[in-house]
């Protein structure tokens, strides 16, 4: 088997070569109109943004950083500004019912106008009518109605008192009403003195006429509260004739000015009505206590011409072309308004002044943006944002109310038209899982633009990057780099795409990297950003966040955690880990331990046994099993007993880098050869012994690196690393000088058998036509063991067997 040999230092690492740049610092170069390596999701933004139909909202999806927001910011904005502006909306009494406020759609702008129209109408109003009411024609208008009143409801007391003359009797008031009494011949009230002397009949007389003549007057003054009400009638029609003439007098010129729209003419027909009906209100307090019931009676009626208060909801005067609206807080009241209540008197009040819009209002007409995240940990917001858009109505509801948490009565507003676009921002993850059980998700939401995480890197694609850099450099009023910092951003978007063929496109880690590189370079006193600024930033931000890892070297140094780097042990091997620590990923080692008997054909995994593994490792360690029964014993029973762990770990793990060491680690333990420590080992590996590709690869290596390093390096320490992974790697300048140098070593590997052969020192062996490996290869020695464990589980069963095939006593 021919000799895996480690990997030169050019491919440890692939350099942005600085003279492909033609510039000197990046101040040269034009700004990038467009996003880098995202051609799919622009056209999907495009299209549904642009798609007029209902149920195709957007669904931006990808990783934060990528640019989405910045994207459908841009496109929105370019949009939008071809677009109408819609109209103001507003909220009105409903002078019929109170609780059912009345919506307003107004050109952009006439909103206010209105409102400082009715503002202004009622302070007219209330300095008018009561000069109206208190002119000298209004008065004698009325001193006349209410003489015409006064004299026709006293003729019939004057008939009837003269028909009592007649018949000697007078018709008197007296303290309890009115009265008949007998007369003298001076048309004076008899005395009951004089009247007692009378004769009985005469007395009787009198008696009998006063009754009859009291039948009469109680029929007149049953008419008495009819003469009154028309009395009544009379003069509120004259107060309405002078209200009504004082009103429209007023009024006339702004219902001229809104003579193009129906529904405010409509209104103010009805305010007009309704100021009338209420006149009082607009009239001074006279009489008795007025002084004291000033302030009572002032805030009565402010209370009172708070209906005829224009309620702007969303006013688009200043707006130009459709909105676009940006939610941080998506919460039910944020999205669709509330309805507030102030307390009077010991009561929550509430009107439609206290209506107020949320985001959706605001963006009516336009366009909505919200992250998906936030939307569906909001209570209700989700819900009512697919009830709104599949309803195409806007409404305003109390969710106090909805939720009977409040007693008092609320108002029901009258439903605004909806005509939205919805652009949610959210995961990967969020948007399948929404996909998969959601179902009215995909009825909203039909286009999903899907964000690249990296693009790949070619000469033009650098300088594309180059003026990326340029951009978000002016953007964010930073130095400018020179060539050499510029090359070095792009080698370290390669890194943060762990490939050394492609850059990442997150921009807010390339705008990171570019202010911190900012930072160091003013603190040097720089004009330019050089490349030794963007290295300082780096290390850096990897000091800042390497108290974890370099605890975790330092116990691996002192012997708190076993890490041999050294010598050979047989069913032990340095497997590597990847952990993170905030923003920051890093890589350390991990002692892998296999042991062996005589078993069933189970390898088990410790970590999965005390549910400390996640699937994907559960099933990577099932996976030796069908490696170890399809290469070493086809044709004869897999009859071994393993165990496999790593050691000194005390949480969960997850992931199938480790299947290439295990599996090296439980052939160590089969054939008894000894597996280097000075290597460590990544890879995952299939039933057919091929080695897969794994992630983390840099900082796995580094990791072991650092381990090496601290317990100097012996020109023989190194990793195995999955051929398939060589394109990713993009390690540190300390890394590479090491391998250059010969102090530390990379080998690739493709199959378990080049690995086994390294980590060995020994000739891995071929299988033959008859299925079996040269003598003394480790692979013989594994099947040698093998083929001992299957003898000896048939000896155990020959022996649990009588003679005859029986069970023995």
């Given amino acids: 088997m021919p000799e895996i040999k480690p990997l030169e230092p050019d491919a440890l690492y692939r350099r942005c070569d600085p003279s492909g740049f033609n510039f000197e610092t990046t101040?040269?170069?034009?700004?990038?109109?467009?996003?880098?390596?995202?051609?799919?999701?622009?056209?999907?933004?495009?299209?549904?943004?642009?798609?007029?139909?209902?149920?195709?909202?957007?669904y931006a999806l990808g990783t934060p950083g990528s640019g989405r927001r910045a994207l459908i910011d841009r496109f929105l904005h370019e949009r939008a500004a071809g677009e109408s502006c819609p109209p103001d909306w507003l909220y009105v009494n409903n002078f019929r019912d109170s609780r059912k406020p009345v919506a307003l759609a107004l050109p952009p702008g006439r909103g206010v106008q209105l409102r400082d129209g009715m503002k202004q109408l009622i302070e007219d109003l209330q300095a008018a009518l009561p000069a109206a009411f208190e002119s000298e024609e209004y008065r004698a208008r009325r001193k006349e109605l209410e003489q015409t009143l006064e004299e026709e409801q006293g003729k019939p007391f004057e008939k009837l008192d003269k028909k009592a003359r007649k018949q000697g009797l007078l018709l008197i008031r007296t303290n309890r009403g009115m009265?008949?009494?007998?007369?003298?011949?001076?048309?004076?009230?008899?005395?009951?003195d004089q009247f007692n002397e009378l004769p009985e009949d005469q007395r009787e007389a009198f008696r009998k006429k006063i009754e009859k003549l009291e039948e009469d007057l109680e029929k007149i003054i049953h008419q008495v509260p009819r003469w009154q009400r028309e009395g009544k009638r009379k003069i509120r029609a004259l107060d309405r004739d002078v209200s009504r003439v004082a009103v429209e007098n007023i009024i006339e010129d702004m219902q001229r000015s809104w003579n193009d729209q129906p529904?405010?003419?409509?209104?103010?027909?009805?305010?007009?009505?309704d100021v009338i009906d209420n006149v009082d209100d607009f009239l001074d307090e006279d009489g008795e206590g007025q002084q004291n019931a000033m302030l009572v009676a002032g805030q009565?009626?402010?209370?009172?011409?708070?209906?005829?208060?224009?309620?702007?909801?969303?006013?688009?005067?200043?707006?130009?072309?459709?909105p676009v609206v940006f939610v941080n807080h998506p919460s039910h009241q944020n999205l669709f308004g509330r309805i507030e209540h102030t307390s009077h008197m010991g009561n929550l009040f509430t009107d439609f002044t206290l209506i107020k819009g949320g985001a959706l209002h605001r963006a009516n007409g336009g366009y909505l943006v919200v992250e998906a995240r936030k939307l569906l940990t909001q209570p209700f917001a989700w819900e009512g944002l697919k009830r709104t858009l599949f309803s195409g109505e806007l409404k305003v509801e109390s969710l106090g109310q909805e939720l009977s948490l409040i007693d008092t009565v609320s108002l029901e507003p009258e439903a605004l038209e909806l005509d939205i676009k919805v652009i949610l921002?959210?995961?990967?993850?969020?948007?399948?899982?929404?996909?998969?059980?959601?179902?009215?998700?995909?009825?909203?939401?039909?286009?999903?633009?899907?964000?690249?995480?990296?693009?790949?890197?070619?000469?033009d694609s650098q300088n594309l990057y180059a003026r990326m850099i340029a951009t978000q450099s002016r953007r964010a009023e930073l130095l400018p780099l020179d060539r050499e910092a510029t090359a070095r951003v792009i080698e370290q978007a390669a890194r943060a795409a762990e490939d050394a063929e492609r850059l990442s496109v997150q921009l807010q880690g390339v705008t990171d990297l570019l202010r911190e590189s900012d930072f160091w370079a003013r603190e040097h006193a720089r004009r330019v950003i050089?490349?030794?600024?963007?290295?300082?930033?780096?290390?850096?931000?990897?000091?800042?966040?390497?108290?974890?890892?370099e605890r975790i070297q330092e116990a691996i140094r002192r012997g708190t955690l076993l890490i041999e780097t050294d010598g050979a042990r047989v069913g032990q091997i340095n497997g590597l880990s990847v952990s993170s620590a905030g923003q920051v990923n890093f890589g350390h080692a991990s002692r892998i331990t296999a042991r062996v008997r005589l078993g069933d054909g189970e390898v088990k995994d410790i970590q999965r046994e005390v549910k400390l593994a996640g699937p994907i490792f559960s099933k990577a360690v099932m996976t030796l099993t069908g490696y170890l029964g399809a290469h070493y014993a086809p044709d004869f029973p897999l009859m071994v007993g393993a165990s496999l762990v790593f050691e000194q770990t005390y949480g969960g793990i997850e992931g199938d880098s480790a299947t290439a060491a295990e599996l090296f680690a439980l052939l160590s333990a089969l054939a008894g050869v000894?597996?280097?420590?000075?290597?460590?080992?990544?890879?995952?590996?299939?039933?057919?012994?091929?080695?897969?590709?794994?992630g983390g690869v840099n900082e796995k290596i580094e990791g072991f690196f650092e381990t090496c390093r601290q317990r100097e390096f012996t020109g023989?320490?190194?990793?195995?690393?999955p051929s398939a992974n060589v394109k990713h790697l993009m390690l540190r300048a300390d890394v590479v000088d090491a391998v250059r140098e010969g102090r530390f070593n990379i080998y690739p590997f493709s199959t378990i058998d080049e690995g086994l052969g390294l980590v060995t020192g020994r000739d891995a062996g071929k299988k033959d036509a008859r299925g079996r490996f040269p003598d003394g290869t480790v692979n013989d020695l594994v099947q040698r063991r093998l083929l001992e464990f299957a003898e000896q589980a048939r000896r155990w069963r020959r022996r649990d067997t009588g003679p005859a095939g029986g069970e023995r006593d």
Avoid: H
């Avoid at 390596?37 to 999907?44: I, L, V």
């Avoid at 309620?311 to 072309?321: K, S």
């Fill in 179 to 192: 009265a008949f009494a007998p007369k003298k011949d001076d048309d004076e009230v008899m005395p009951a």
């Fill in 263 to 273: 529904a405010v003419l409509e209104y103010l027909d009805a305010v007009v009505e």
């Fill in 674 to 694: 000894p597996l280097k420590q000075a290597l460590a080992v990544t890879g995952s590996a299939n039933q057919y012994g091929d080695v897969q590709a794994i």
């Fill in 27 to 58: 101040d040269e170069l034009e700004d990038l109109s467009r996003v880098l390596g995202q051609k799919r999701a622009m056209e999907a933004v495009r299209f549904g943004i642009g798609m007029p139909r209902d149920g195709y909202g957007l």
């Fill in 530 to 549: 050089a490349r030794a600024d963007v290295e300082t930033a780096i290390e850096a931000r990897r000091y800042r966040a390497g108290r974890v890892p």
């Fill in 300 to 322: 009565q009626k402010q209370k009172s011409f708070r209906r005829y208060r224009v309620n702007v909801l969303v006013e688009n005067g200043d707006t130009d072309g459709a």
């Fill in 425 to 459: 921002i959210g995961s990967r993850l969020l948007y399948y899982l929404l996909n998969r059980y959601e179902p009215e998700f995909g009825q909203l939401f039909k286009v999903a633009a899907d964000f690249e995480d990296d693009m790949p890197r070619t000469e």
């Fill in 716 to 721: 023989s320490q190194g990793v195995l690393v």
